[in-house]
Nanobody, 123 residues
């Protein structure tokens, strides 16, 4: 059973960095493609980044490419999102998700979700 818990969110200033982590306490993370999504107030949940089972293939939304890096450690049942050069428009609740297709940007392709962690970037 996949049980995802995100951590690492917080309040930072524009230009700062944050590192989000997602732990699968069910210890099945190695069986799934993983993704990060975010949802800002009044907006739909949107794709941020994804990674395949082995970690050798990744995908990014255009708005974060070059600033965010996704990684995974299957031995530790963890997927991380390193976020650099943060902008106020990155403010959102960030969710990690597990699914079968690493190259999907669609929320319904991911079967399991964490509860989210708030990231707030002040200008």
């Amino acid at each position: 059973q996949v049980q995802l818990v995100e951590s690492g969110g917080g309040l930072v200033q524009a230009g700062d960095s944050l590192r989000l982590s997602c732990l699968d306490s069910g210890r099945t993370l190695s069986h799934y493609a993983m993704g990060w999504f975010r949802q800002a107030p009044g907006k739909e949940r949107e794709f941020v980044s994804s990674i395949n089972l082995s970690g050798c293939a990744t995908s990014y939304a255009g708005s974060v490419k070059g600033r965010f890096t996704i990684s995974r450690d299957n031995a530790k049942n963890t997927v991380c999102l390193q976020m650099n050069s943060l902008k106020p428009e990155d403010t959102a609740v960030y969710y990690c998700a597990a699914g079968s297709r690493w190259d999907s940007i669609l929320t319904h392709e991911y079967a399991y979700w964490g509860q989210g962690t708030q990231v707030t970037v002040s200008s």
